[in-house]
């Protein structure tokens, strides 16, 4: 089996709070631009992704089991600090992906700690860093002309109740490892070289499990989650779908990506509380195979005749022609598909959308003396 | 190294909510009844945890990675429903820890599927489920005369905080895991179980990292945290300091234990800010090494002589002879710790108690037609 890009382990976020799990913005719709499943367990890993490379880390790599995703607001004075901000996450993270703690060998006592020093001792636990622009911060820092078009603002959908303190955000930083303490320690590191310049807005805790033979993973519906995402080991497939490429409006991004994260309550009680015939035709998959209605199998083909209209795989199925597919453009695949769901997908009865966001994610750094941001900064 | 007595993997909590972060109740006093740490990686540990036993399982048992901690309160009418929810719980926790679906092989479609799902193909990863009654139950229960007088109110302590919500609870379930889904699932399909019975109260997640080298864990404070804990492998020190016995005042709750759950934030920016000499200060240790003021390795003997007269050590250390040291029972040992940390230790400026609560751990479920509770009811 390929591996397959997978739903943000973000939005499998597992904080229950009374009555709805916060949970599953992946489940609304297909493929986004974000980390990608292990087709293996963690084990067979190797201890650090590498940092450096055309596109960041943590966008295709085998999904880690813990993700802290945090929202900055920007509250700096302009394009210098944030210049300054990306110099410094950007040495920053080369070090924490590494392994490596941020504090000098001899540190005077007198001083406060460089590193907080929480993870001294643990395994690097493949821990990526991966930073996002958001729309609302290039005003900010007098670079609006540089705002590229895919990162549009994301409309308000019907059933939409977002939580605006825990939505939005001028930067971003997606924090996954397969260790949480190795995740917090980033985003508490990142967050406090960031003092003065950005201020904590949001953050999101989530985990992601995969399954003893590599198995498609579960969303906390109960239902394999994923398995009609394109293959990331399909480079034609991710240039065309999930890479920002030069011409298409910003050439600073080429080789970034978008993201839209979204925060979604499952309504737990009244989803558990459902036929489990209910709950198939909710989604038009079986259950315990995934194959869709039809089939017997989790990747046999889906024929669209079989699937009830309103079913969530029907409506999330570009192959309805209802969209022109370009998973590197927000504007042309999520907010189409979002729109037809908003408006029939039988799983709304089941959700809440809570929050929202979209990112532009950054360019890799491809240099040692390269930094992120930095062709935002120098074309 | 022998296995210590952990501070519970519950109080390592690592939910950041902006400024301060949720963490290490176990930071402020030592040893507690509750998990274990693991003296080695995970990976080493069998897959299952059995659940039948005198002791219940989750407490001695070496740490898991994850913890999902849920009080509920008690909203049946009256012993019986106690006794049915107690019978039904056990059944469920000895299912589940075996890492089986609850569900039966063949269930009707027209009915919602007994198990949500979530866990299916995942491995069992080391679940125990451990169970404990609070303060209040007792009378709502007719079952006053059975209360234990070890499960005392925790008494209000400077500086206490406590939001009444995240707090107290008639009943609670710690479900530990290596994998949070499996501990999640396990809280869910519980809380399912009980509907009609009992209310999801408040629920809290933790981590707990363990290095490379098996090594003590570091709290999110970046301290070595346990080094003095009693060692779980030492059954003469465990029967008289964690087990309950027969002739403490309820021979019901023999063979059990007691549990006092804080839930603790920590001014992370303050203490960020502080000088790595003012940190270890606070302490009365090294912070890389873990040795004592006076020491040059993290079990070298504590002199108390060597130890600020406020730091956190020595006003936690029962070797000052203040107090009798009881852990079986929370009147003799953690509140007088408490008390006297509260008083005057240093981690005060830096730390703010926001949940409490208390718990009777009951007994064992010893063999399989046995139940969680049946010498409550029986004896």
Redesign the interface.
């Known amino acids: 089996m390929s591996r397959r890009l997978s739903r943000k382990q973000l939005l499998i976020a597992?904080?229950?709070?009374?009555a709805a799990?916060a949970v599953g913005g992946g489940i609304v719709h297909e493929s986004r631009s974000g980390a990608a499943p292990a087709s293996a367990g963690a084990?067979a890993q190797p201890p650090t992704v590498p940092f450096h490379g055309v596109h960041q880390a943590g966008i295709l790599t085998p999904a880690q089991?813990?993700l802290?995703f945090a929202a900055f607001d920007f509250i700096g004075s302009g394009k210098e600090d944030l210049h300054d901000l990306l110099r410094a996450w950007t040495r920053a993270a080369a070090t924490l992906t590494a392994g490596r703690s941020l504090a000098p060998p001899h540190?005077?006592?007198?001083?406060?700690?460089t590193?907080?020093?929480?993870?001294?001792?643990?395994?690097p636990a493949r821990l990526t860093l991966t930073f996002g622009l958001g729309p609302t911060l290039f005003e900010k820092v007098g670079l609006g002309s540089k705002r590229p078009p895919q990162l549009a603002d994301i409309p308000h959908f019907p059933f939409d109740e977002l939580d605006p303190d825990n939505s939005y955000g001028d930067l971003c930083v997606q924090a996954c490892a397969d260790?949480?303490?190795?995740a917090?320690h980033a985003?508490?590191a990142l967050t406090?070289i960031g003092?003065g310049t950005v201020a904590?807005r949001w953050?999101q805790?989530g985990?992601?499990?995969v399954?003893?033979?590599g198995?498609t993973k579960?969303?906390?519906?109960?239902?394999k989650d994923g398995t009609a995402n394109p293959s990331t080991t399909d480079a034609a497939m991710m240039k065309s779908n999930v890479w920002a490429n030069t011409g298409d409006g910003q050439d600073w991004m080429a080789n970034g990506s978008y993201l839209v994260s979204r925060k979604i309550e499952i309504h737990?009680?009244v989803w558990?509380?459902?036929?489990?015939?209910e709950?198939?035709g909710v989604f038009g998959r079986h259950?315990?195979s995934g194959a869709p209605f039809g089939g017997t199998k989790e990747f046999d083909t889906v024929h669209i005749s079989d699937i009830p209209a309103m079913a969530h795989i029907r409506r999330a199925n570009p192959r309805q022609g209802e969209v022109t597919e370009r998973e590197r453009d927000p504007r042309a695949q999520f907010v189409p598909i979002q729109a037809r769901l908003a408006a029939k997908d039988r799983l709304n009865e089941y959700i809440q959308h809570v929050s929202s966001a979209v990112w532009a994610v950054l360019p890799g750094v491809e240099t040692h003396d390269g930094y992120l941001g930095q062709t935002l900064f120098e074309t």
């Not at 540190?107 to 700690?113: G, M, R, T, V, Y």
């Not at 579960?218 to 239902?223: A, P």
């Open positions: 597992g904080g229950a709070a009374g799990a084990s089991s813990d802290r540190e005077d006592p007198a001083k406060p700690p590193d907080t020093g929480e993870t001294a001792g643990l395994a260790d949480p303490q190795v917090f985003v508490r406090r003092f904590l953050i805790s985990f992601l499990s399954p003893k033979d198995d579960r969303n906390l519906m109960g239902f737990i009680e558990d509380s459902s036929a489990e015939s709950q198939e259950k315990a």
